[in-house]
């Protein structure tokens, strides 16, 4: 059997570090929003026992060090049942960069051996199994626009965002997470009941964007800075970085603006920059 699928990756308009927990990771709260990028995965299982990873043109680990493998591996295990399983993956969301492409390609790994296999287990108990993966993985599962809190685990439904457009940048540089919330301060409390008052119209949209992870990160990586300004020269109406980073993204009102921006910015700047929309359903 043969399932050809896609994974979407995610931006953060809104990130709000609550508090650091016992167990050494971070409270979040968070709107968590799939884009119009995609990587494609090629799911083949036959009978047998065993899993593999393949990823023309890039060097990424196989086995239990890849994601998408052990996502593979823990939902057979929860089935009771076992396969020979072929994953290939075929990378346009840049790797490390903020949008969840590993996380995507878990849970899209998660899916579509669900069905497959006919393991029959539902998007509830998939999401239990991704948690144990990534924090961002039920995310991924879950399939729609969310406002995340806990770890990013607990999922609620926002409903209606604003039509938008964005510009997505990302410099290619390393970014290490761990550093990231390491250097973090968190110096203020977040009244959650107004954040749960989501913004309905481009303009809203664009005054409440914010990152609590993003005055660290561009102390760490200046360039980063550099790029919103140029989104905003380029009309952007609002930019932030999402998730640790590196990526940054501009908001635009309608295509050809956000079309215009990303091809001025990659002529300037030489990298290149994804023009996309919002996925208000993810499968």
Not at 72 to 91: H, S, W, Y
Not at 150 to 173: F, H, K
Request: overall charge negative.
């Amino acid at each position: 059997m043969q399932k050809a699928l896609l994974a979407a990756a995610k931006i953060n308009p809104i990130l709000h570090v609550l508090r650091k927990r016992s167990d050494g990771y971070h409270d979040l709260a968070m709107l968590m929003q799939a884009v119009t990028l995609f990587d494609r995965i090629t799911l083949t299982v036959n009978p047998g026992k065993g899993v593999e990873v393949v990823c023309p043109g890039l060097d990424l680990p196989d086995g239990a060090d890849n994601i998408a493998a052990r996502a593979a591996q823990a939902l057979m295990a929860a089935a009771g049942q076992f396969f020979d399983v072929e994953i290939e993956i075929e990378k346009r969301i840049p790797v490390a960069a903020g949008l969840g492409g590993g996380s995507s390609d878990a849970a899209t790994v998660l899916i579509g051996m669900n069905e497959m296999c006919c393991f029959g287990f539902e998007r509830e108990e998939l999401m239990r199994i991704g948690s144990r993966l990534g924090a961002d993985v039920p995310f991924f599962v879950y399939g729609e626009t969310a406002w995340a809190t806990g770890i990013g685990d607990q999922l609620e439904p926002v409903g209606a965002m604003p039509s938008v457009w964005y510009v997505l940048v990302n410099p290619g540089i390393e970014v290490s997470t761990a550093s990231v919330y390491g250097n973090l301060v968190l110096t203020s409390h977040v009244d959650l009941s107004r954040l749960r008052r989501f913004p309905k119209t481009i303009k809203e949209l664009a005054s409440w964007l914010h990152n609590d992870l993003e005055g660290v990160t561009m102390i760490q990586h200046p360039v980063l800075n550099d790029i919103k300004q140029q989104l905003a020269s380029h009309g952007a109406l609002g930019t932030l970085m999402s998730g640790s980073g590196p990526t940054v993204f501009g908001l635009f009102s309608n295509e050809e603006a956000a079309q215009t921006a990303a091809g001025l910015f990659s002529r300037e700047s030489g990298w290149h920059a994804y023009v996309v929309q919002p996925l208000d359903q993810m499968m």
